[in-house]
């Protein structure tokens, strides 16, 4: 199936000038359902990864699941005031200000080898700032994933020194 098919384009969502990518089309289709996560476990299966990482909020769906598949544990990043723990945070630059996500101290162990996934890669801010949350902890990035990737915001190049995979692409939108 081509599971791009199953991606709905809202223009103007959340505000005027983006095309918002909205995955619910593909979550509430039990075949792209499957089949998404099919792809995303081959990908990853035999990395030796020990915990699953996802994004808030679209990254926990897939997160969740992966981790099931690959027999780890799975980890929340979220965004501020949400997680009840000790935590560590990491702000990174918007387009107008600042964004910040966080991750319990005590999430990832030293060694831990991390797969992180989020449903979209577009300026990679966000999955660059996950990434020093890992390496903070003492986490190895192994992988990151995402369904989606817009190519023309070339995020990739702040993730290049990581091994990225993104089922779908869009080089315009
Ligand atoms: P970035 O940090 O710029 O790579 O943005 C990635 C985060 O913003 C992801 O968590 C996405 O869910 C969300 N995001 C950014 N652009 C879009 C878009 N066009 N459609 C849906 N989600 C988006």
Not at 10 to 37: C, S
Not at 78 to 105: A, V
């Amino acid at each position: 199936m081509d599971l791009e098919k199953l991606i709905r384009d809202i223009p103007g969502f959340p505000k005027e000038g983006i095309v918002f990518k909205d995955i619910t089309t593909l979550l509430m289709d039990k075949d792209g359902f499957k089949q998404t996560l099919e792809e995303l476990y081959n990908l990853a299966s035999g990395k030796g990864i020990t915990k699953v990482v996802g994004i808030e909020s679209r990254g926990f769906i897939f997160g969740g699941a992966l981790a099931e598949k690959l027999d780890t544990g799975f980890v929340p990043v979220r965004k501020p005031g949400k997680l009840p723990y000790k935590k560590i945070s990491e702000s990174y630059e918007l387009e107008y200000g600042t964004d910040t996500i966080e991750i319990h101290e005590d999430a990832i162990n030293p060694g831990d080898k991390v797969l992180l996934h989020d449903d979209l890669l577009a300026t990679g801010g966000t999955m660059e700032a996950a990434c020093k949350l890992i390496e903070k902890l003492g986490g190895e990035v192994v992988q990151i994933s995402f369904l989606i990737e817009l190519t023309f915001l070339k995020g990739r190049n702040r993730l290049e020194k990581y091994d990225v995979h993104s089922l779908i692409n869009y080089d315009s939108e």
